[in-house]
């Protein structure tokens, strides 16, 4: 049958709209300024901050308050959204995107910033009213509209999304009890020790920790009334918060010759294995830089970088990723936590871990072969940044290493000559100030 | 687009330029005033690093690709497309510090108080930023950037120019 209405063309298509969708927009119109960009998101609204929907939950951030652009940033970058509407299938060789409204859409490049779908284990009652997942929006408000009739909740998982769910329902007077499978909070970005600490800091905050055990059920009638774990105690709640994770949402890719391992794989130019099309963000799987291999990272960061690259290639700018790894800056019941790539070290032979522990402060690097390859400081995170640099960059440490932790750790640490580099002074040595000069434009120096 | 530039081998390390940034980001501005009797002494946008013979202050590169930004959950801290700097925008940062963990220069500070973060805005009501015109080694300068920042992210491998 001959399609009923024309198909809408355009240059480069986007399907998503969070972090990676804004990255590859932005990075393509600073090449491409008139390329027709469309976006198609199934979520109603123009981007808006996920990270920040606990802020929104806890009734501290409204929507207009969270949105990630300015409300003109469409317009001003002549981008066409086409929100709350749903690709439904792509035809990869006549480049055809199937839209649930009926349209379709031919494209030139396509990006796949499709990002995650929550993980909801199968188990009884877990489609009884009051339970809810934590990714989107509408879950938020969801969450929100029957919060206000909830006493006491038990959020299964203590990841980063459930910590941060966790941390907004406490501030709406309900009781939390987190479950979390494995023995400590945070497992997969934090060691021991600082699992150790956040743990301590939630019960301090009033919030009930279970480790090691998992929920087998959901209980009551058509609403929740509690859970039951799988030692057979039971916990009475009326809400219940699934965060046990993300996986990549990789439908679109179903029978066709996209690769896709545990998220769609892409090479360092953010190409999936079809050419023209990309992919980056929560639905990827990129090259991660500490572990050498490609995988899946779901960092706002990440996303918006590797969205950055991605925009770039489309518009034909080459541009190579260098890789991202895993980053966090955890900010809950007052606990500042920074952490990033693999924290705990795999391989003891090559690996070295320097750590200092002091009055709640506490600091740690894994460093393989004198490179950082693992990070975390707990309270006192400001120079965690320049180790986080210093990681990025694959930096032999070796002649400052056991100043990573000091107290007053900085740049004064560094080779003289490589902090000239980071800094980019101009000229070099005593007396260079005349070279310096020649080097920038329009010094001003003071009187 | 300006950035702060600093020979190490002028600086001694007085702290000045700490002193007026603070003062000139404090309510009253006068340098008494904003550390003797303002109730908020402003955090200073830079940092002075000393360890031995080696002093100098750090503050925002106002990179190119300024990992800071790219990492902001919010879109709080951007580049002011009319000058060039990276600023914040205090009313949508909510002190998450993703960009403190972001920034190879720890050029970024905690405001705990507030929940903002902290940072080099180039003195925006000036013509000369504080910390260069009072420091009395001139050992800041402040000037165009034509070095360009270190590509944290990525390098062009071939064909086209850079962007932005």
Redesign the interface.
């Known amino acids: 049958m001959m399609a009923n209405r024309q198909a809408i063309g355009t240059e480069y298509l986007i399907i998503g709209n969070s972090a990676g969708a804004i990255?590859a927009a932005e990075?393509l119109r600073?090449?491409d300024r008139h390329g027709v960009l469309t976006m198609v998101s199934d979520e109603p609204y123009p981007a808006y901050?996920r990270?920040?929907l606990a802020?929104y939950l806890a009734g501290e951030?409204t929507v207009d308050?969270?949105?990630?652009?300015p409300a003109d940033f469409y317009a001003q970058n002549d981008i066409t959204l086409l929100s709350g509407n749903r690709v439904k299938r792509l035809e990869l060789d006549s480049r055809v995107a199937h839209l649930e409204s009926g349209e379709q859409i031919t494209w030139n490049k396509l990006l796949l910033a499709t990002g995650g779908v929550p993980i909801v284990p199968k188990m009884g009652g877990v489609d009884k009213k009051g339970v809810f997942t934590f990714l989107t929006l509408e879950d938020a408000q969801a969450i929100a509209s029957f919060a206000r009739n909830a006493g006491r909740a038990v959020v299964v998982g203590g990841g980063l999304i459930g910590i941060s769910v966790t941390e907004a329902l406490t501030k709406l007077g309900i009781g939390v009890t987190i479950v979390e499978m494995k023995d400590r909070v945070l497992n997969t970005i934090l060691d021991e020790e600082a699992s150790s600490i956040a743990e301590e800091n939630l019960r301090q905050a009033g919030v009930a920790v279970i480790t090691n055990h998992t929920v087998s059920e959901i209980s009551g009638q058509a609403f929740t009334e509690g859970v039951v774990l799988d030692s057979g105690e039971g916990i009475p709640c009326d809400l219940v918060v699934i965060a046990i994770g993300v996986l990549p949402r990789t439908e679109l890719t179903l029978n066709t010759e996209i690769r896709v391992n545990r998220g769609i794989v892409v090479d360092l130019y953010m190409s999936t294995s079809y050419p023209g099309v990309y992919s980056c963000g929560d639905a990827a799987e990129a090259y991660d830089f500490v572990y050498a291999a490609n995988r899946v990272t779901p960092i706002?960061?990440n996303a918006?970088?590797g969205g950055?690259?991605a925009g770039?290639n489309m518009a034909?700018?080459?541009?190579?990723?260098?890789g991202g790894t895993t980053?966090?800056?955890l900010?809950y019941f007052g606990l500042?936590i920074?952490a990033?790539g693999a924290v705990t070290p795999s391989d003891e032979t090559n690996c070295e871990v320097i750590s200092r522990r002091q009055d709640g402060i506490y600091r740690k690097v894994v460093l393989r072969d004198d490179v950082v390859t693992g990070m975390v400081f707990v309270r006192e995170?400001?120079?965690?940044?320049?180790v986080?640099?210093?990681m990025?960059?694959r930096t032999n440490v070796s002649s400052f290493k056991q100043g990573l932790l000091a107290d007053?750790f900085?740049?004064?640490?560094f080779p003289e000559e490589l902090?000239r580099?980071?800094?980019?002074?101009?000229g070099s040595?005593?007396?260079?100030?005349s070279a310096?000069l020649g080097?920038?434009?329009?010094?001003?120096?003071?009187? | 687009m300006n950035r702060v530039?600093?020979?190490?081998?002028?600086c001694m390390g007085c702290g000045l330029c700490q002193v007026y940034c603070q003062a000139e980001h404090s309510m009253s501005k006068d340098i008494i005033k904003a550390f003797n009797r303002d109730l908020l002494r402003p955090l200073p946008g830079l940092?002075v690093?000393?360890?031995g013979p080696?002093?100098?202050p750090?503050q925002c590169?106002h990179c190119d690709e300024a990992?800071c930004v790219?990492?902001c959950?919010?879109?709080a801290m951007h580049r002011d497309m009319a000058t060039g700097a990276v600023v914040v925008d205090r009313d949508?940062c909510?002190?998450?510090?993703?960009c403190?963990?972001?920034?190879?220069?720890?050029a970024?500070?905690?405001n705990t108080t507030a929940k903002v973060v902290a940072k080099c805005d180039l003195c925006p009501e000036r013509?000369?930023p504080v910390c260069?015109?009072?420091?009395?080694n001139?050992a800041?300068?402040?000037?165009?950037?034509?070095?360009g920042?270190?590509n944290?992210?990525?390098?062009?491998?071939?064909?086209?120019t850079e962007?932005?």
Request: hydrophobic share 35%; proline share 4%.
């Open positions: 990255g990075a600073e090449v901050c990270p920040l802020k951030r308050e969270m949105l990630f652009r706002w960061l918006y970088i950055r690259i770039h034909g700018i080459r541009t190579e990723y260098r980053m966090n800056a900010s500042d920074a990033a995170i400001e120079k965690s940044g320049i986080f640099g210093l990025r960059d007053d900085g740049l004064a640490y902090r580099e980071r800094l980019r002074t101009p040595g005593v007396g260079s100030r310096a080097e920038v434009e329009r010094l001003v120096s003071g009187e | 530039y600093v020979n190490e081998q002028v940092r690093e000393r360890k080696v002093c100098f750090v590169q990992w790219y990492s959950l919010t879109g949508r909510v002190g998450c510090w993703t403190i963990v972001a920034c190879p220069y720890g970024l500070v905690r013509e000369v260069v015109a009072n420091c009395p001139e800041l300068m402040v000037g165009e950037d034509r070095c920042s270190p944290w992210d990525c390098h062009r491998v071939e064909g086209g962007a932005g």
